[in-house]
């Protein structure tokens, strides 16, 4: 046993759990804090044109955001941290018939219009965002735009979980600064999206089968930008 170590146990009789922590320092003064929730912040389905600004979303077992077919949803200036699983996650109930054949169908329509910028993303079990929108199979371009963030710690909990996911067409991820995560900094299967101007580094400090940006293995995923990005360790 040593310092930092700790281990969570479940009674057979009751409901009741424990869990006990050889501390990495002196608890002197400290607060401890625990999360029961497991559902998200925020669920919505089919809506839009709603703005949320500098909240903090802390401290969850689940999701932070989670959306399904959405229009026209902002979030700026917010704080997303301590969440368990993914800070937000845009997912679509429609797949594109040009990847019906392809091991990892693509949600289409699944959000158009959405502007996350100015955020904090900071230890997270999973990922800042993953992001479906846009059409595949039209070629709809999402309009949907990840822009000025800091993203650091990231898939703390699930290790695969990259920093940023983009799903879909005309997805546009700009000017982040992302770093310190087991797994790609940036990911998509997607068409006609935009990487540029972000910096990132730490990245892939878990994985193997990575990439900084990260796509490939289905060759319809064409006419992405990946232009003046700041790479380094």
């Not at 310092?3 to 057979?12: K, L, N, Q």
């Not at 770093?179 to 006609?192: E, L, V």
């Not at 319809?220 to 232009?227: D, N, P, W």
């Amino acid at each position: 046993v040593v310092r930092g170590d700790y281990v969570a146990m479940a009674c057979e009789q009751s409901a009741e759990r424990q869990a006990y922590l050889y501390p990495p320092y002196s608890l002197k003064d400290a607060n401890f804090e625990l999360s029961v929730m497991k559902t998200p912040f925020v669920e919505a389905k089919n809506a839009g044109h709603i703005r949320f600004e500098g909240i903090k979303f802390c401290q969850s077992r689940g999701y932070g955001v989670r959306m399904t077919d959405v229009v026209d949803i902002d979030f700026t200036g917010c704080t997303f941290t301590d969440i368990q699983i993914d800070a937000i996650y845009i997912k679509g109930t429609k797949t594109a018939i040009t990847d019906s054949t392809y091991w990892q169908v693509t949600q289409i329509d699944a959000s158009y219009d959405c502007d996350i910028r100015d955020n904090i993303f900071y230890n997270l079990g999973g990922a800042a965002i993953d992001m479906a929108g846009g059409n595949v199979d039209t070629l709809r371009k999402a309009n949907n735009n990840f822009e000025n963030n800091f993203v650091s710690k990231v898939a703390q909990v699930i290790e695969y979980r990259c920093c940023i996911t983009a799903r879909g067409c005309g997805i546009n991820v700009r000017n982040n600064n992302i770093s310190r995560t087991p797994a790609s900094g940036i990911y998509y299967t997607a068409n006609d999206c935009n990487f540029e101007y972000n910096e990132i580094y730490n990245v892939i400090q878990g994985q193997d089968d990575a990439g900084t940006i990260y796509c490939g293995r289905n060759a319809l995923q064409q006419g992405s930008v990946i232009a003046y990005n700041y790479i380094h360790h």
